[in-house]
Nanobody
Framework: QVQLVEYGGGLVQPGGSLELSCVTSGLDLDYYAIGWFHQAPGKEREGISC??????STTYADSVKGRFTIARDSNTVFLQMNSLKPEDTAVYYC?????????????????WGEGTLVTVSS
């Protein structure tokens, strides 16, 4: 059974940092791209970072480039978030898609986690 479980959400002040993790089971991440989406209140879900299945190359949405970093270690993917802004407030989801090269297009997930809430506020 495939499972993705996010950890690390919470309240952080503007300018602060937070690290999210997504622990997977039932997947071989040599064959699945894995990445992060977020959904702010009243807005559509948006892909923000992706770690490719084929070569480990990564992509970032313009809104987070230079502030967020994605990394993968065995069955877990991390999102290090620095210089956080109030507009980063959202539910963050990890997701996977088989064989995706992230630079080709936005991920269309085969599997989703349940999400973790990040609130950036003073």
């Amino acid at each position: 059974q495939v499972q993705l479980v996010e950890y690390g959400g919470g309240l952080v002040q503007p300018g602060g940092s937070l690290e999210l993790s997504c622990v997977t089971s039932g997947l071989d991440l040599d064959y699945y791209a894995i990445g992060w989406f977020h959904q702010a209140p009243g807005k559509e879900r948006e892909g923000i970072s992706c770690f490719s299945a084929s070569d480990g190359s990564t992509t970032y949405a313009d809104s987070v480039k230079g502030r967020f970093t994605i990394a993968r270690d065995s069955n877990t993917v991390f999102l290090q978030m620095n210089s956080l802004k109030p507009e980063d407030t959202a539910v963050y989801y990890c997701a996977t898609e088989a064989y995706l090269l992230c630079s080709a297009r936005t991920m269309v997930p085969d599997y989703w986690g349940e999400g973790t809430l990040v609130t950036v506020s003073s």
